[in-house]
């Protein structure tokens, strides 16, 4: 296995260290961005060498051409494209910050991401149409070296596909734009030229991702280790554990799947009492008398008593009649901030690979 690492501005000092702590014999460039390291061993504190130079890194087996490949696999929101469409649509309904929340969740794998989806979209309903192209138009753009890869890629004759968890509007035409072999997403429900609301079919996820790309490795005849995939989020991970190339690893990005015991519990109302009349609660009666020893009992019997003062006897206060309200629950965080891992990730394919401009 080499160790390829990559940057936009590959500093030679850190490059050295790595070579350095992963006890490479060679450092070879590959283009003015990219350099194999040659003999490197994946040691601790690789990674976060790695991480303080600022450097991109993916282990690559030795003599591994692109001609090897014969299927590549994408996702499109943020990894394919700078945006992830639906926050942008949902910008012009005045609900980014709370679909972006959403969002970020799921590519966390911290919700499931079916009943993200459905959420999101829920909140989309009476958007015109008009919208999604007006996202298309004016905020989608390729991430850098994206038609790089695509032309490279096609050029080695390797079919193309691009899936995506997002919507059959934006795949369908990227599909066209960038002359992809397959293209399979989520189709937003229309209804006299206004959103719904409601996803038609059944809902693109991690799972039907993975089975996309495994009825086309099979219709190609290809072996996993022929399959190029590539995603950012918690919902990719089924699809990337199909192939066996390993993907660019970019400090800081770590989607997780999904884990019932670790989701976040919404948070829920707690109850409060207006109008209680306060009463008293009578105290519990006194445990019985200890039994003591006869001659416990004659001892004390000697010694002299002295009277107790007198006290009342303890109340509990309650309260009758009281009425629940509901306290709000807090408003969600802010979205966390993602890196930039998938012009990365792309740049990293498109040249660790060989392919060239």
């Known amino acids: ?127 015109p149409e008009s919208a999604l192209a007006e996202v298309f138009d004016h905020r989608l753009q390729l991430n850098p070296g994206a038609e790089r890869l695509l032309q490279g890629l096609q050029r080695a004759g390797i079919r193309t596909m691009l899936v995506s968890g997002g919507f059959t509007y934006f795949t369908e035409r990227l599909k066209s734009r960038l002359g992809f072999d397959y293209a399979w997403a989520n189709q937003l429900e229309v209804y006299d030229g206004k959103l719904t609301g409601k996803v038609l079919g059944d809902i693109v996820d991690g799972e039907a991702k993975a089975a996309h790309l495994e009825q086309a490795r099979d219709e190609l005849g290809l072996r996993p280790e022929q399959v190029i995939a590539a995603g950012d989020g918690a919902n990719d991970i089924p699809m990337r554990r199909r192939p066996l190339l390993p993907r660019p690893h970019r400090p800081g990005r770590h989607p997780r799947p999904v884990r019932p015991w670790r989701r976040k519990l919404k948070p829920h109302a707690a109850p409060v009492f207006v109008g209680a009349t306060p009463v008293a609660i009578p105290a519990p009666a006194p445990p019985p008398t200890r039994h003591r020893h006869p001659a416990a009992r004659s001892r004390l019997a000697s010694l002299p008593r002295r009277a107790a003062p007198a006290r009342p006897p303890p109340t509990r206060a309650g309260f009758v009649g009281a009425t629940p309200v509901a306290i709000p629950a807090p408003a969600p965080p802010p979205p966390r901030h993602r890196h930039p891992t998938a012009a990365s990730l792309l740049r990293g394919l498109a040249e660790a690979a060989g392919v060239h401009a």
């Open 1 to 127: 296995m080499n160790l390829v690492v990559l940057a936009e501005d590959v500093d030679s000092v850190a490059l050295k260290n790595v070579a350095k702590v992963s006890e490479a014999s060679a450092i070879e460039q590959i283009t003015t961005r990219s350099f194999r390291l040659v003999g490197a061993k994946p040691v601790e504190g690789l990674v976060a060498a790695c991480a303080a130079g600022g450097l991109d890194h993916v282990w690559l087996p030795e003599g591994r051409q692109l001609r090897d490949f014969g299927l590549f696999v994408t996702d499109m929101d943020s990894t394919l494209i700078n945006i992830e469409c639906i926050d942008e649509i949902a910008d012009m309904q005045g609900f980014k910050r709370e679909v972006a929340a959403i969002t970020e969740a799921a590519m966390q794998g911290e919700i499931d991401f079916r009943e993200s989806l459905t959420r999101r979209v829920a909140l989309l309903a009476g958007l």
